[in-house]
Structures are given as structure tokens and as C-alpha cells.
């Protein structure tokens, strides 16, 4: 991979940062072009960042310089990753809009490469619903984010928004440079999906599952259901039919995948049983509670300020009732959370329930637990294969998790 960068710098006073960032890459070998959009130039002189860059710094979509090429799409086309820092509020917004109305933004949405974005703004700025709400569509499109840290705010407030330092960023783009972590471009044009799970039929299940206690108390997990919610995103981007059977999740279902919301471990075999026979795939993703309370108590449970003890019972084994109804032509996936022992429990696992593969993660390891953007996972088949996978955005590993098993059975049944 060409060490070809953009940096975008977006109007904050983080852009004085971006000026190290850029010597950093320079002084480690990196082509840079940096972009800027004219709020930016308010902070930062366009000539300080191509004194660092030793290139052309591109602030205008209608300053076209060499009549050969188009800038936007010239810049667009040129690098390998492309990396906004400070991306702020603003530029984020424009860009889950789909608007282009300068430079950066204009190069954002013409570019194929793999996105990094590094928000900097304002505590409140940053928590407000509609810069959340941002963040999460530009994740689900695949764009990279890497979070903001905490501590004194240029503004005087003190909490999450200051720009990551420059050395960690340079830190990360090493790493993906060297496949440490991997980023995928959200840009369809680039990806030339095959259209390989077409006719398929797939089932997949994600998120906890919550087992009431009372009517206002329940046992769950921390799943997010997010890692389920790629896999169903990925696989219908690829031509399968996809139903997705989800426990209690905020996540908005992938477009043209049906959705069925169920909330307990029973409700969720109830369902996987119904459909499982008609499924040519079937993914559990979902992080099934193992026990459910022996009894639900109908009225709000007081309390009595003395010790509590519940009664637990076994849940149903989705998945090991699906190894058992399994069909010779069907291809059953499995997940495995664990804590140790991770590649050991995950082949016990494999063999046990006569599952095609499993997908095992350390939910320990940071960056891969619940409720995670990224994921580093092992997989495993009954044949032998064994894949590791590097830390990455969720969105990029479920193609990739799906190229393998694909590989995996052979051409798709």
C-alpha cells in the first residue's frame, strides 16, 4: 500500500495540532496533501501546512490550478487513507448529510479510501443528540472514528472533546498502514461487492436478551447487538435475503433486512425455531442469556433490606437446538464471548453444538468487548481453518468475516 495521505482540517483551534501531525507523516515517509476548509484557514495558514507537507494546500473547489485534472476528484483519488483532523461538529454533520458545498467536504464524498475521522469540539457539543446521531450513521457507513479524549477544553470546560494528541494519531495510522487495524472505505464505488450471497437466505440473531425478574426488573448483558447488525448489513449488501432476530437494541435495522424484535431468550428460540428450517445460513450473534429467574414476580419486588436470593434456571440452548436440527446443506455460524482460554473454549464450542464455524472474541480486550465500534476475532472452522483477525471497525470485519466463510464452505450452496 502507497503511503499516500489527505488530511482534512476542519475550522477548530485543534487544527494547530494537525501542523505536528503533518511533520510527523512527512518526517516517516508519507505523501501528504492536505485540505482545508475555510474555517480552518481562520486558525492555521494555509502556507504553515505546506511548509509541513511541501505540497499544495487546497482550500478552494474552484481554484483549479492545472487545467489537467479536476482538484476534487484529483485529491480525492489520491491516497491511500484520508484522515480529518479536527473533524468538528460541523464537518461531521455535512458529511452524514451528503453535503458538499467546499473543498473537504466535496473530497470526503468523491474519495474511495478508507476515512478517519478525529472529532474535536465542545462537551456539550459533542453529547448533543444530533452530533451522536451523526457519529453513529457515519459508523455504520463504515467510517472510521477515533473518539475524542477528556480533559480542559480550549473553551474552559473540562470533559470528552479535546483532539486525540498528534503522536497518537500518527500511532494509529502506523498501525493501519502495517495492518494492525484495518479500516474499509464507506464508499460503495470502492468496494465492488460481490453479489455472491444472491438467492441465499439468512438468519441471523443479535443483542442480548433481557429475562424479567418483576415488571420493572430484569438480568441481561452489556451486547449492543451491533457486531449482529453488521453481518446482517454486510450480507444483504451482498444479494442474500436477510431476517434479522434482535433482542432490545437501539440500533436501526439495515436497510432492506426485516427485522423481528423479541426481548427474552425464550422468545428469541421461539423464533430462531420458526424460521431456522427455511434458512440456508443461520448466524447467532446474540448474546443469549444462559439462566432466566425461576419466578417472575407479578408485582414489583420491595425491599426489605435483607439479603436477596434468586433462583435460576437454564434458558433454551438456541444454538445447540439448531446443531441438532441442522440440515446437511445448511451452514451454521456461532459466537464466542469468552474471558480466557478463548481458542480452547471455542473449539469445545464448535464440535459440541456441530456448527460449520464460530467466531470467538476475548470481551476483555479493549476495543473488542461489548458495545464496541471494533472487534478482534478468531475464527474457526470444523475443518481445521483458523483466522485471526486484526482490531477493526465492525462494519469491515463482517465483509471480511463473510469472504471467509464463503471460502470456507466453497461456492455458496
Known amino acids: 500500500m502507497e503511503k499516500k495521505i489527505v488530511v482534512g482540517v476542519s475550522g477548530g483551534i485543534a487544527a494547530y495540532k494537525s501542523v505536528t501531525l503533518v511533520s510527523l507523516l512527512v518526517k516517516r515517509g508519507y505523501e501528504v496533501r492536505v485540505v482545508m476548509t475555510p474555517s480552518a484557514t481562520k486558525f492555521v495558514s494555509p502556507l504553515t501546512f505546506q511548509t ?5 494546500v487546497y ?3 474552484f481554484s483549479e490550478e492545472d487545467p489537467g485534472v479536476v482538484s476534487h476528484i484529483d485529491v480525492a483519488d489520491f491516497p491511500s487513507l484520508v484522515v480529518v483532523a479536527p473533524a468538528t461538529a460541523n464537518l461531521l454533520g ?4 451528503g453535503i458538499a458545498d467546499e473543498m473537504l467536504s466535496t473530497v470526503l464524498l468523491a474519495t474511495t479510501a478508507p476515512v478517519l475521522f478525529v472529532p474535536a469540539m465542545n462537551v456539550h457539543m459533542y453529547t448533543h443528540p444530533a452530533v451522536q446521531e451523526n457519529l453513529q450513521r457515519l459508523r455504520r457507513w463504515g467510517y ?3 473518539e475524542p479524549a477528556e480533559g480542559l477544553l480550549a473553551c474552559g470546560y473540562t470533559g470528552k472533546g479535546r483532539m486525540e494528541e498528534p503522536e497518537r494519531i500518527f500511532q494509529f495510522i502506523e498501525d493501519f498502514f502495517q495492518g494492525r487495524v484495518f479500516l474499509k472505505s464507506p464508499n460503495p464505488a470502492s468496494r465492488g461487492l460481490p453479489q455472491d450471497l444472491a438467492g441465499k437466505r439468512i438468519l441471523i440473531t443479535a443483542g442480548p436478551t433481557q429475562e424479567a425478574l418483576d415488571p420493572v426488573r430484569y438480568l441481561t448483558n452489556r451486547s449492543s ?6 453481518l446482517a448489513r454486510a450480507a444483504r449488501e451482498r444479494g442474500a435475503e436477510v431476517r434479522l432476530i434482535s433482542g432490545p ?10 427485522r423481528i424484535s423479541v426481548r427474552s431468550a425464550e422468545e428469541m428460540y421461539a423464533q430462531v425455531m420458526r424460521y431456522l428450517p427455511e434458512a440456508d445460513w443461520f448466524i447467532a450473534a446474540a448474546a443469549v442469556a444462559d439462566y432466566r429467574p425461576k419466578v417472575f414476580e407479578t408485582q414489583k419486588m420491595k425491599k426489605k433490606g435483607e439479603s436477596l436470593l434468586l433462583e435460576l434456571v437454564p434458558t433454551p440452548d438456541i444454538l445447540k437446538a439448531a446443531g441438532e436440527r441442522k440440515r446437511k446443506d445448511q451452514i451454521l455460524i456461532g459466537f464466542a464471548a469468552e474471558t480466557e482460554h478463548l481458542e480452547a473454549y471455542a473449539r ?3 464440535l459440541k453444538k456441530n456448527l460449520d464455524f464460530i467466531i470467538a472474541n476475548n470481551v476483555t480486550e479493549e476495543g473488542a468487548g461489548f458495545d464496541s465500534d471494533t472487534n478482534h476475532v478468531l475464527l474457526l472452522s470444523k475443518r481445521g481453518e483458523r483466522k485471526d483477525f486484526p482490531l477493526m471497525e465492525k462494519t ?5 468475516l463473510l469472504d471467509e466463510i464463503i471460502k470456507g464452505q466453497g461456492e455458496p450452496k
Open 52 to 56: 509541513m507537507s511541501r505540497n499544495r
Open 59 to 61: 482550500t478552494d473547489t
Open 94 to 97: 455535512k458529511v452524514a448529510g
Open 144 to 146: 472510521g472514528i477515533l
Open 225 to 230: 447487538g451491533k457486531m449482529g447488525y453488521a
Open 249 to 258: 437494541s437501539t440500533l436501526l435495522p439495515p436497510s432492506g433486512v426485516e
Open 348 to 350: 469445545e464450542k464448535l
Open 396 to 400: 469491515s470485519l463482517a465483509h471480511l
